[in-house]
T-cell receptor, first 115, second 111 residues
Framework: GAVVSQHPSWVICKSGTSVKIECRSLDFQATTMFWYRQFPKQSLMLMATSNEGSKATYEQGVEKDKFLINHASLTLSTLTVTSAHPEDSSFYIC???????????FGPGTRLLVL | QKEVEQDPGPLSVPEGAIVSLNCTYSNSAFQYFMWYRQYSRKGPELLMYTYSSGNKEDGRFTAQVDKSSKYISLFIRDSQPSDSATYLCAMRGAAGNKLTFGGGTRVLVKP
């Protein structure tokens, strides 16, 4: 299957700082990528759809100024958590569909802990 | 009511048994159905993908879709302790790529 990577795999930061998470499609190009958030023992919650060369589309209730998304190339999307607070601590996962395929491939996730 | 319902479990079975998982959904527009396996602190891994109604088999895994009943299933034969994980069903309609997930079922296969 297709490979999606994320970096970093885990990060600890102080409250008030910003954290950037990268999502890369390693062996295919992705005009669209998705960002999810997952709390312990819960399912994935879609945060936003990242579109290459245009603005991201955010789900209801997700603050676009808080979670900045940039999709500058066909293989890279970044999620920046700005002014992070302890309640932003979570598992962040990205995914990307192969061109003209109906399935999505997920990255390994990034665990964020805000102190 | 959630669009996709999935029993959270945990579902505990002895090694070698058949694991039976299912999801029900309410949106008749869903046409693509997927099952993902997620180990703790890892990203979901695609197991099976099915379009519309029917069965699909891949090794020890069998996926079934019954659109008339809005019900999908995943069966795991000859279960192994390494199958212990959370299994997520996901589905989408014909347009767009956005997936709707079930809540996940935690499975524990005991040696």
């Amino acid at each position: 299957g297709a490979v999606v990577s994320q970096h970093p795999s885990w990060v600890i930061c102080k409250s008030g700082t910003s954290v950037k998470i990268e999502c890369r499609s390693l062996d295919f190009q992705a005009t669209t990528m998705f960002w999810y958030r997952q709390f312990p023992k819960q399912s994935l919650m879609l945060m936003a759809t990242s579109n290459e060369g245009s603005k991201a589309t955010y789900e209801q209730g997700v603050e676009k100024d808080k979670f900045l998304i940039n999709h500058a190339s066909l293989t890279l999307s970044t999620l920046t958590v700005t002014s992070a607070h302890p309640e932003d601590s979570s598992f962040y996962i990205c995914s990307a569909p192969l061109d003209k395929q109906e399935t999505q491939y997920f990255g390994p996730g990034t665990r964020l802990l805000v102190l | 009511q959630k669009e996709v319902e999935q029993d959270p479990g945990p579902l505990s079975v002895p090694e070698g048994a058949i694991v039976s998982l299912n999801c029900t959904y309410s949106n008749s527009a869903f046409q693509y159905f997927m099952w993902y396996r997620q180990y703790s602190r890892k990203g979901p891994e695609l197991l099976m993908y099915t379009y519309s109604s029917g069965n699909k088999e891949d090794g020890r895994f069998t996926a079934q879709v019954d659109k008339s009943s809005k019900y999908i299933s995943l069966f795991i034969r000859d279960s192994q302790p390494s199958d212990s994980a959370t299994y997520l069903c996901a589905m989408r309609g014909a347009a767009g790529n956005k997936l709707t997930f079930g809540g996940g079922t935690r499975v524990l296969v005991k040696p």
